[in-house]
Structures are given as C-alpha cells and as structure tokens.
C-alpha cells in the first residue's frame, strides 16, 4: 500500500471500488482510511435503523464578513453538528408531545475539510438520519421548519452570525437525497459512491493541525 506523502499514518486507495462498494475513481486516489470511516458510519445507521434518509450538502464561510482565526480551525464544524444535533433532539420531543410512538433519530454524519484556490477552507458533509423519523429537505426557503432550515441556523450558529448573514453558505447540490434500506445494497451503493467524494486525497492539507476528515464515532 501507498503511503500518503502528506500525512504517512494515511495509505492512498487506488482500486476502482472499495471493499466491494463503488467510488468516484475519476476523484481518486482516496484515503484508505476515510473510506473505512464512512463505511462503518453506513452499516451503523444501518444496524440502528432499517430505513436511513441520508442526504449531501456543503458548508462555506462568507467573503465579506472579517471572522476570527479561530473559525477557520475544526471547532466551527463540531459547533455546527452539535447544533444540528440539538435541533434534531427538539424536534424528536416536540414530535412525542403529539404522538408518544414517534420515532427518535440520532445523527450520522462523516465530514471533509477541503481548501480552495483562494485559501480558504469549505466543508463538505453526508448526514444519515432514521427516516422513519425524516424523509426530506424541504423547501429551501428561510423560515420553515424543514431539515434545511435546520442546517442553516445551526451554520449561524456555528459561525455566531445571524441566519441573514449565512444565506446561500449552506449549499445544496443536485439530488443530494438518498434513500438506503438494510438489506437493499442498491440504495447503500449509490449513497456510498457520491459520498466517496468526500474520502479523496485531492485539495485536502495537512500539518496545519486541522484534521481533513470525521465521522460519528458509533
């Protein structure tokens, strides 16, 4: 196996699927480790919950707002999941207060932190949820109580700028839902090769003390 020269700990994956499951070979070589992470956080929303609703979506920091250094490290990503987390906990309870059978969801996500041309870093995130629990974005429009309301009050949250200062940070791109069910690999498979894309060595730096990748531990 290849080393990464980047980061030794890492070994660089070349083949054109992965333990079986298909990846964007266009977008390699990939992190043989990243991609291990993401299966693992696959087959344990799997293993909670026979129906996942998983989706794509990416996190990007304004260009005319002067933020502190400290943003721009890893914390703002961990300070965004725990306030999705929190919004999703909300509104399990709310959703129990009318009916004491609703399902819970806990949140999965595997995470990459890229950096552009210009220097400045952008994330790019896969969520999987029990979708008995959720099924949809909803309408991408401020002030609904949907799943992409929630990601951008938790990316304001996460930045400390109001919802108006985030607007069109959090990006959405095209068919980013996915529906994977346990015993079905065809959905798993699809999900697993566009989320691949965030498992590849490519605009990923190291030795700036910013991991480029994470993923829910279980």
Same mark, same amino acid.
């Given at each position: ?28 070589? !990939? ?19 026979? =129906?996942?609703?998983?989706?794509? !979506? ?5 260009? =005319? ?14 300070? !965004? ?52 629990? !959720? ?84």
């Amino acid at each position: 196996m290849t080393r990464h020269p980047g980061n030794t700990n890492l070994f660089l994956h070349t083949g054109n699927t992965f333990q079986g499951w298909p990846i964007q070979v266009d977008k390699g070589p !990939f992190i043989q480790q990243y991609l291990s992470r993401l299966q693992q956080t696959m087959q344990c929303a799997l293993a909670q919950y026979p =129906r996942i609703f998983a989706f794509r !979506f990416d996190l990007r920091f304004p260009a =005319r707002i002067q933020l502190p250094d400290s943003v721009y490290t890893n914390q703002v990503v961990e300070r !965004f999941i725990e306030s999705f987390k929190a919004k999703i906990a909300h509104n399990r309870s709310q959703a129990r207060q009318l009916n004491k059978y609703a399902h819970d969801s806990k949140v999965r996500y595997v995470w990459a932190r890229e950096v552009g041309e210009h220097g400045k870093p952008h994330y790019h995130l896969a969520i999987l949820l029990n979708r008995d629990a !959720f099924t949809a974005l909803g309408k991408f429009e401020v002030g609904r109580d949907n799943m992409f309301n929630r990601l951008v009050e938790a990316w304001a949250s996460a930045l400390g700028l109001s919802v108006d200062a985030v607007m069109g940070l959090v990006e959405v791109p095209p068919n980013p839902c996915y529906h994977l069910n346990l015993g079905e690999p065809g959905g798993q498979a699809e999900f697993f090769h566009r989320a691949s894309y965030l498992c590849k060595a490519a605009t990923k730096v190291f030795g700036d003390s910013s991991h480029g990748f994470g993923a829910s531990r279980t």
